[in-house]
């Protein structure tokens, strides 16, 4: 079913080839801000997040909303590094770890270097990217990105205190979505559009667009964890449930549990006494209470959303890109 | 020698004085932006450090050097609230600690919480921070604020660096101290004058007075560490010397160390093989070559420094009551 084969080009690499000259500074900018004269470890610890050759999905976000609305300045640059920095810093952030979580041995930087250094270079990234933004000379940008961080770090709390809690609501896990990937992908269109002035329904259209793209995204990976077998696309399964988080087809399965249910939810998420077998049973479980498919059903109810949004805007190639993305997040359901 | 005796009222409490009426707004505010209605947590988290009933002194420079300058809007109280939780969001950070250190066992936020918590809470105070500078309105100000966020970032980094490096120089050690203290009082002081849209000289005087009190304060301290036995003030001296930092008394008798000194120093700082006694040798080393008089004279120097940029300012009590708080800050030395 998934109509994006080896073969056919898929949307983002559309959008790299069509920004490349816009990317190359993008990525010049990147190498020149992370260094620091005076203290060589930064770029010793963001090397090799930055270098590792992500899809830098934010900022050709940025760029697209930009030149899809007309600007023709050169600021649309900083505001697509100081969004890439802002990532790779909560990437970093997000790397520091309990020392329970330590034990489990993942290769991340904190463990290559250690967590203050994490920590201390995330911040780092920050401050850059604060920079960037302040030379870009808009308030209203500065706004729509400040906002943005709030939520980030809004979003990520609460991911901390919902986890291993079954009274997590859909509300609290839209909340914790929107701050993990969805609240940077709309600023990121809202603030390229507002910096080509971009008329207010515009505006509007690319932040909706970004908001529903990355709702979309995040619940299709949410769906992966549980239903992604044999999808060949790589990703561990079961990783959410062993980290007990409350994602939407869990969070429906058990509003609808019966007491026999309720007593395996309790067991496995709030207690965490996992045992052999276990995510087997709550995949069952989950896909008897239709809420896999639901779930899969919401990640396409976004994609359309953002699809939708983009009517606003004016026929352009790039607009045909950004609706091919929205398409291309959810191919991997099928 | 100290003239500032329990029954004379100290600088930072005159300040306290005349300030009260705008200090009572920025705890409102304080209070207000700490709060998150979605993650609990949040206040839970920085409560502690911010209720812990800090001097203020932050807030305290934004307020009187925008006053002193003749401010009268209320975006000094946003200012004021701002510093406070970069510095509240800075504490947290360090005290993030990596698995060896926390075997030290030190009862800090990271502890109570985790050290996921403290970075993400940390995060969200920052990102508040920001939200509130970009109320302010002012890109000079913004401007003036991220690069302080930058010079912080980088000292810390930098300390991490030169931590147990006999090699580390006294500009690299200036660079730390900046990072650590300076920079935002530095930034305080600037933003509140150029928040009053003050004549270029004040902002620069009001500038160079911060700076110059932030490095006579850490110098101070530095010099506390390995002189301060006996100063009644309740300090734990040898904190630096255990944990390896290279501070000015220490890199001056580096400098001047024969080859048996050479090797206790390699042995006690380099290598931290540490043995009953050290601290009282290396305290006996630094005080022979002059070096901890040196750095007494240092931080009195930048003291002098501070007081004398106020010259450029306006006659005014606030006026005297930061040329007192130069004074105070080095009455730790006597």
Request: charged share 25%; aromatic share 6%.
């Given at each position: 079913?998934?109509?994006?084969t ?8 559309a ?78 952030h ?8 330590q ?33 870009c ?72 667009y ?6 979309s ?31 939407l ?73 950004l ?12």
């Amino acid at each position: 079913m998934n109509k994006f084969t080896p073969e056919t080009r898929a949307p983002h690499q559309a959008l790299a080839q069509a920004l490349a000259p816009d990317l190359a500074q993008v990525d010049a900018l990147i190498r020149a801000r992370m260094a620091s004269e005076h203290a060589p470890r930064i770029p010793e610890v963001t090397a090799h997040l930055i270098e590792a050759g992500g899809k830098r999905i934010r900022p050709m976000l940025v760029l697209a909303a930009a030149r899809l609305c007309g600007y023709g300045g050169h600021f649309h640059h900083h505001l697509a590094a100081t969004v890439e920095f802002i990532h790779t810093a909560t990437l970093l952030h997000d790397d520091v770890v309990d020392e329970s979580a330590q034990r489990r041995g993942r290769a991340t930087a904190n463990l290559l270097w250690d967590n203050k250094s994490s920590v201390l270079v995330g911040d780092y990234l920050f401050a850059r990217a604060f920079q960037m933004m302040v030379e870009c000379g808009s308030l209203s940008v500065l706004d729509i990105l400040s906002n943005a961080a709030a939520t980030i770090a809004e979003g990520e709390v609460l991911q901390l205190s919902t986890a291993a809690n079954l009274s997590t609501t859909e509300e609290q896990y839209l909340r914790v979505i929107r701050g993990k990937t969805a609240a940077l992908f709309s600023a990121a269109t809202e603030a390229g559009a507002v910096l080509a002035e971009a008329p207010a329904a515009q505006v509007g259209a690319l932040r909706d667009y970004g908001d529903a793209l990355g709702v979309s995204f995040q619940m299709v990976d949410d769906w992966l964890d549980y239903g992604g077998a044999g999808t060949g696309i790589g990703k561990n399964i079961g990783d959410d449930f062993r980290e007990r988080k409350l994602t939407l087809p869990v969070i429906r399965a058990v509003v609808r549990a019966d007491a026999t249910e309720r007593a395996f939810w309790q067991r496995v998420i709030e207690s965490g006494a996992q045992e052999q077998g276990d995510f087997e049973a709550a995949q069952e479980i989950i896909a008897r209470h239709g809420s896999l498919e639901e779930t899969r059903q919401e990640a396409l109810d976004w994609s359309a959303r953002a699809r939708n949004a983009l009517t606003e805007l004016p026929d352009h190639p790039l607009r045909e890109m950004l609706d091919g993305l929205a398409d291309y997040v959810v191919s991997r359901l099928y």
